[in-house]
């Protein structure tokens, strides 16, 4: 049985370390060996066809490793959120405290892997806090700052980051599709990469509290979404409404209820 120790760190950062014992990691290698098996091209066998043994022998140690750790974090991980009670607000980063070999498994064998996600304080709007928001109906960006300035959240670094990368990950898409260097790009528009970073760090914590703002507007108004709002959001995109999986509906019926919280705080 995989066990697990959990504690909250710094900047709303949770650990948890998972300790892997022998016989959890030699079942899942004899698991990963049937698996590689399947497809191995081994000199004198056909393919597929190589015994086990042969096949883990040309099995790179890594590659267990990679595939046991693989089928057995995202389950120990959902497990863990169940015991421990909280809503991780990213997957999990993980890092090895103690792995040894996995073709050198013997019974005291443990491993410990540790798991760093964070989690989002609940959020608590002011009261009253709606006679503070300022209002402009010609530009929906001043009630936005004034709700930023209101409604103050204190997130977790860690989901900035994320974020922040995630924006810089995009931005260098478009640059190299462009057939643009970074070092170009940053030059053509007068700015630095810790300059850019710093510009998307505040950008992200914008989003992010407003997101989370608004869901929680959205929340205590008991403000809805129903499917014909969704589909007809689609529509307005072009797309095919029968063709769109529920995840992607999930997705833009979160962004209508954000709008409607909006609309909702503009009365």
Known sequence: MITSTFKKIDNGNVE???TIPADIILSNKDEAIK????TAVISGFRKGKAPLAKVEAVTKDEELT???????LPQAFTEAVTEYKFTPAIYPKYDAIKITSCKNVSNDTEWQIR???CEI?????PKDFKKHLKHDDMDQNVLIKS????????????????????RLSQVLDRIEKLGLTLEGYLKSVGKTPEILRA???IQAKDAISMELILNQVANEEKIEVAEAEVDEFIKTTGEDVKKVEKDQRDILR???LRRKALENLTK
């Open 16 to 18: 948890i370390i998972f």
């Open 66 to 72: 990679e595939h046991i750790l693989s089928h057995l």
């Open 254 to 256: 979160r962004v209508i």
């Open 115 to 117: 798991a760093v996600t």
């Open 121 to 125: 304080e609940k959020i608590v709007l």
């Open 199 to 201: 510009e998307y760090e």
């Open 147 to 166: 709700l930023l300035e209101t409604v103050k959240i204190d997130l977790p670094k860690m989901l900035i980051q994320e974020e922040v990368n995630a």
């Open 35 to 38: 698996e590689f098996a399947k």
